[in-house]
T-cell receptor
């Protein structure tokens, strides 16, 4: 079955700097890769996603890149702000698949 | 507004009791999921359902049960057989239509055994 790894497990950056979180997946049949942000005591919220037919997607300060050959995808946050501090999860699913496989999460701290 | 609602937000259970966590969605999604999250940990899949009256075990189904009698509802029962039930429980739903679409999460239920 699919296995998703995520690095780093914790990340601290200064406000205004960029943050990058990387995920790798094992099953080449996976074709949908969402990213979720979870604030303390709340459910995860979808922040951006990418399908396998594109290599990059951007939404304001957030971007996701996908390398199908290497089977990895990354979340890029530019001009970080204190409110970006949260736990971020990547996930993978496949055509005809029945569920999502999540990475273990990255705790991002943006220091003022 | 469309969304996914979990209740209650906090739940306390005595040892040996069964408790049921509610999950309702009005997004017209076919698929629904239950995840367990322990402090500082990721999401572990308990059960999922792709269609009414059908559901599948996830990675940690032991001690849990579910039903899917209506498209909108996917309640989770934590039974007395679950030896360590204290955790944060998250329900999610997604469309299917050939491939999975975005999954939306509820706000979670924090279950504590007292």
């Amino acid at each position: 079955g699919e296995n998703v790894e995520q690095h780093p497990s914790t990340l601290s950056v200064q406000e205004g700097d960029s943050a990058v979180i990387k995920c790798t997946y094992s099953d080449s049949a996976s074709n949908y890769f969402p990213w979720y942000k979870q604030e303390l005591g709340k459910g995860p919220q979808l922040i951006i996603d990418i399908r396998s037919n594109v290599g990059e997607k951007k939404d304001q300060r957030i971007a996701v890149t996908l390398n199908k050959t290497a089977k990895h995808f990354s979340l890029h946050i530019t001009e970080t702000q204190p409110e970006d501090s949260a736990v971020y999860f990547c996930a993978a699913s496949m055509l005809g698949g029945q569920n999502f496989v999540f990475g273990p999460g990255t705790r991002l701290s943006v220091l003022p | 507004d469309g969304g996914i609602t979990q209740s209650p937000k906090y739940l306390f259970r005595k040892e040996g009791q069964n408790v049921t966590l509610s999950c309702e969605q009005n997004l017209n999604h076919d698929a629904m999921y239950w995840y367990r999250q322990d402090p500082g940990q990721g999401l572990r899949l308990i059960y999922y359902s792709q269609i009414v009256n059908d559901f599948q075990k996830g990675d940690i189904a032991e001690g849990y049960s579910v039903s899917r009698e209506k498209k909108e509802s996917f309640p989770l029962t934590v039974t007395s057989a679950q030896k360590n039930p204290t955790a944060f429980y998250l329900c999610a739903s997604s469309g299917t239509g050939g491939w999975l679409t975005e999954a939306f999460f509820g706000q979670g239920t924090r279950l504590t055994v007292v």
